[in-house]
């Protein structure tokens, strides 16, 4: 997926200057912050990686999904997503009230998603994680939930800003390194109607998430040999 293709200017009245792309390069958060919790799978956001467009601008047609895949160690009951805002009109501020999130989980289909398994929207705590060159800001979104899966299965997380004005965008932040399948990107506004490997000018990236829930690992239990033996102890 070449940058260059995912450029495209639009003729916006209050904004004449912008253009409205899929990527914004980034140079990192300060810190890569905390987690409630210990994490079952875990894609930590990268420190010098990029935002990619993962939202809905529905004014203008546009709409973009970036989903990456986990293997579920168990049911989850909580989703952590690092989102950012680029093209915004202050600095390191979103310039829109948070408009909350659209979170998909779908099963796979061969490194890609397929069928969708839930389509919510959850109350989202939304944290300031940082400001890029003190401009574009960050966050980490957190967000209980409650999703039966299937143990050890491979799935993928959509996660996706809901409608919003632009200025500005908004999409999810890269992890530092690939774990499993690449990210998958999906918007027909970009020439993108199906799911894509998420790649840039020859690199490939994953989205940063966290999955939690209990237990993370279970422990399987061994048979009982009570019925066997208690005849013993009457």
Same mark, same amino acid.
């Not at 995912?6 to 409205?20: E, G, K, Q, S, T």
């Not at 919510?120 to 039966?148: A, H, I, K, N, R």
């Given at each position: 997926?070449?940058?260059?293709?995912?450029?495209?200017?639009?003729?916006?009245?209050?904004?004449?200057?912008?253009?409205?792309? *899929?990527?914004?390069?980034?140079?990192?958060?300060?810190?890569?912050?905390?987690? &409630?919790?210990?994490?079952?799978?875990?894609?930590? #956001?990268?420190?010098?990686?990029?935002?990619?467009? /993962?939202?809905?601008?529905?004014? $203008?047609?546009?709409?973009?999904?970036?989903?990456?895949?986990?293997?579920?160690?168990?049911?989850?009951?909580?989703?952590?997503?690092?989102?950012?805002?680029?093209?915004?009109?202050? &600095?390191? *501020?979103?310039?829109?009230?948070?408009?909350?999130?659209?979170?998909?989980?779908?099963?796979?289909?061969?490194?890609?998603?397929?069928?969708?398994?839930?389509?919510?929207? #959850?109350?989202?705590?939304?944290?300031?994680?940082?400001?890029?060159?003190?401009? $574009?800001?960050?966050?980490?979104?957190?967000?209980?939930?409650?999703? /039966?899966?299937?143990?050890?299965?491979? $799935?993928?997380?959509?996660?996706?800003?809901?409608?919003?004005?632009?200025?500005?965008?908004?999409?999810?932040?890269?992890?530092?390194?690939?774990?499993?399948?690449?990210?998958?990107?999906?918007?027909?506004?970009?020439?993108?109607?199906?799911?894509?490997?998420?790649?840039?000018?020859?690199?490939?990236?994953?989205? /940063?998430?966290?999955?939690?829930?209990? &237990?993370?690992? &279970?422990?399987?239990?061994?048979?009982?040999?009570?019925?066997?033996?208690?005849?013993?102890?009457?």
């Amino acid at each position: 997926m070449k940058k260059s293709a995912l450029l495209l200017a639009l003729c916006l009245i209050a904004v004449p200057a912008m253009a409205i792309d *899929a990527y914004h390069p980034a140079v990192g958060p300060p810190h890569q912050g905390g987690t &409630p919790r210990d994490a079952c799978w875990m894609d930590a #956001p990268d420190l010098n990686g990029l935002i990619v467009s /993962s939202e809905q601008i529905l004014m $203008y047609g546009l709409e973009s999904e970036i989903a990456n895949d986990f293997v579920a160690c168990s049911d989850l009951n909580h989703i952590t997503v690092w989102t950012g805002y680029w093209n915004n009109s202050a &600095p390191c *501020a979103p310039g829109i009230p948070f408009p909350g999130l659209n979170i998909r989980i779908y099963e796979d289909a061969g490194c890609v998603p397929g069928h969708m398994l839930y389509d919510m929207s #959850p109350t989202v705590t939304e944290t300031l994680y940082g400001c890029q060159v003190g401009f $574009y800001p960050l966050f980490q979104d957190d967000m209980d939930v409650s999703c /039966s899966l299937v143990l050890c299965n491979l $799935y993928w997380l959509g996660a996706q800003v809901k409608d919003h004005v632009f200025p500005p965008q908004a999409g999810r932040l890269a992890a530092p390194s690939i774990q499993g399948c690449v990210s998958a990107f999906k918007s027909a506004y970009f020439g993108y109607p199906d799911w894509t490997p998420w790649g840039d000018d020859g690199w490939e990236y994953d989205a /940063s998430q966290a999955l939690f829930g209990t &237990p993370c690992h &279970p422990t399987p239990t061994q048979p009982s040999t009570w019925g066997q033996i208690k005849e013993i102890y009457r």
